[in-house]
């Protein structure tokens, strides 16, 4: 009779741990998954010591140029100009619409 308390006892603790694999939270965040093991996470951070700022380092100072404007920088390319007739029938013609 006690053996058979102990395997009933037994099974109900894996039929629970089955639930709580299937139809528990899907999250790493449990409280207890299983009793008696330790877990990672549970120990507290070591204080890190401070981290302690950079020490300067100078640096020469520059002036920027300014951006050249799109004339300054066409003012050396070769232009023609070429005019190229159309006949009366290519042009188009604009209709109100009311």
């Known amino acids: ?19 709580r694999k299937l139809f528990g939270r899907s999250s790493e965040k449990t ?15 070591e204080e890190k010591p401070a981290i302690l700022p950079a020490a300067e380092i100078p640096v020469r100072s520059h002036v920027r140029k300014q951006k050249a404007i799109f004339e300054e920088k066409a ?5 023609e100009r070429v005019e190229v007739p159309l006949p009366d029938e290519e042009f188009c013609t604009i209709h109100k619409i009311f």
């Open 31 to 45: 409280a207890a998954e299983t009793d008696g093991q330790l877990t990672l996470f549970d120990e507290p951070e």
């Open 75 to 79: 003012k050396n390319l070769p232009v």
């Open 1 to 19: 009779m006690a053996e058979l308390t102990v395997q009933i006892r037994l099974l109900n603790e894996q039929l629970d741990y089955m639930k």
